[in-house]
C-alpha cells in the first residue's frame, strides 16, 4: 500500500524584480524531508538537517528569482535522459509560466509524493500545474490566508478577467492540450509497465518449464534405477530357485552315495563269503 502527501508549492510576482516563493500542506501534514529531501541539503554545509512539517498555514518566503520554483521542482524531478516523462512536461510548461508572469500574479503547482514497497522505486514524485491565478492582495501574509481558504480556485474579481483576456484563451487551449498530452504519456507510461510486468511473468514461466523439465528427467532417471533394482532382485529370486533345485539335487546324491555304499560294502561282504566257501571246498578236497 502506498503513502501519499500532498502539498502544493507557489511563486508570486510582486514587482518586476521581487517575488514570493511559498509552500502549504493540502491536507493535515507533510514532513519536511520529504517537502526538502536530504540530496536538496548535503551540498550546503550550513544548513542543518531539516526536522518539522509542512502544515495548511504554509512557508513563504522574498526572493529576487522565481525560477527558484522551477529549479526546486526540477531537483525533485532530475531529467536523467532525452525522454520526456509526465513531469519533464509540466516541469517545461512552468518554466515558460514563470518566465511569463506579470506583476501581481500567482503560479501554482500541486506535489504528490507517493512511497512504496516496490525495492525497484521506492518512491516518486508527482508534479501537476493547477494554474495561473491574480493576486488581488497586496500584502504576502492576506494572500496566504487567501490561500489557505481557496487553494485551487481564483477570485471572484479575476476570473471575469481571465475569460475576457486573450492570454487567458491561449492559456486554456494550453492546458487542454498539455492535459491530453498528460494523458497519454500517463497512459503510455502505464502500458511500459504492463509490458515489463508481463515480461518478468513470461521469464518466470520459462523457469519453471525449465525446472519442471529437470524435474520429469530427474524422475526419468529414478524410474529406470528403480527399473534395475527390480530387475536384480528377480534375478536374484530366480538364482534363489535354482539354487533350491541344486539341493535337493545334493540331497538325492548323497542319499544315492549312501545307497551305494551300502550295496558296496553288503556285496564286498557276499564276496568274502563266497570266496571263502570256495577255499573251504578246495581244501576240502
Not at 24 to 46: C, F, N, R, W, Y
Not at 94 to 118: C, F, G, M, N, P
Not at 211 to 219: G, K, M, V
Request: hydrophobic share 30%; glycine share 2%.
Amino acid at each position: 500500500m502506498a503513502i501519499n502527501y500532498d502539498f502544493t508549492a507557489y511563486c508570486i510576482k510582486t514587482s518586476s524584480t521581487n517575488w514570493i516563493i511559498g509552500m502549504k500542506a493540502i491536507d493535515g501534514e507533510v514532513p519536511l524531508d520529504i517537502v526538502i529531501p536530504d540530496e536538496q541539503t548535503l551540498s550546503d554545509p550550513d544548513n542543518p538537517e531539516i526536522v518539522g512539517v509542512l502544515t495548511a498555514e504554509g512557508l513563504e518566503r522574498e526572493s529576487t528569482d522565481g525560477l527558484e520554483l522551477y529549479r526546486y521542482l526540477r531537483q525533485l524531478n532530475p531529467k536523467k535522459s532525452d525522454a520526456f516523462g509526465y513531469n519533464e512536461v509540466v516541469i517545461r510548461n512552468i518554466h515558460s509560466r514563470i518566465r511569463a508572469l506579470r506583476v501581481d500574479e500567482e503560479l501554482r503547482v500541486q506535489i504528490t509524493y507517493s512511497e512504496r514497497k516496490e525495492p525497484y522505486r521506492s518512491f516518486t514524485y508527482h508534479i501537476k500545474l493547477i494554474g495561473t491565478f491574480a493576486n488581488a492582495d497586496a500584502e504576502p501574509s492576506t494572500h496566504a490566508a487567501a490561500e489557505t481558504d481557496t487553494p485551487d480556485i481564483p477570485t471572484q474579481n479575476t476570473q471575469p478577467q481571465e475569460q475576457i483576456s486573450p492570454d487567458n484563451r491561449s492559456e486554456q487551449q494550453t492546458y487542454k492540450t498539455t492535459n491530453t498530452l498528460e494523458k497519454l504519456i500517463t497512459f503510455t507510461q502505464n502500458l511500459q509497465q504492463e509490458l515489463k510486468q508481463t515480461k518478468r511473468d513470461l521469464a518466470a514461466a520459462v523457469d519453471r518449464i525449465e525446472q519442471l523439465e529437470n524435474e520429469r528427467r530427474s524422475f526419468h532417471e529414478m524410474q529406470d534405477l528403480i527399473q534395475e533394482v527390480l530387475d536384480r532382485l528377480t534375478q536374484v529370486e530366480t538364482m534363489d530357485s535354482r539354487i533350491q533345485y541344486l539341493e535337493t539335487d545334493r540331497d538325492q546324491l548323497q542319499d544315492f552315495q549312501q545307497l551305494l555304499q551300502k550295496f558296496l560294502v553288503a556285496l564286498s561282504r557276499q564276496t568274502k563269503i563266497v570266496l571263502q566257501e570256495h577255499d573251504d571246498q578246495t581244501s576240502t578236497q
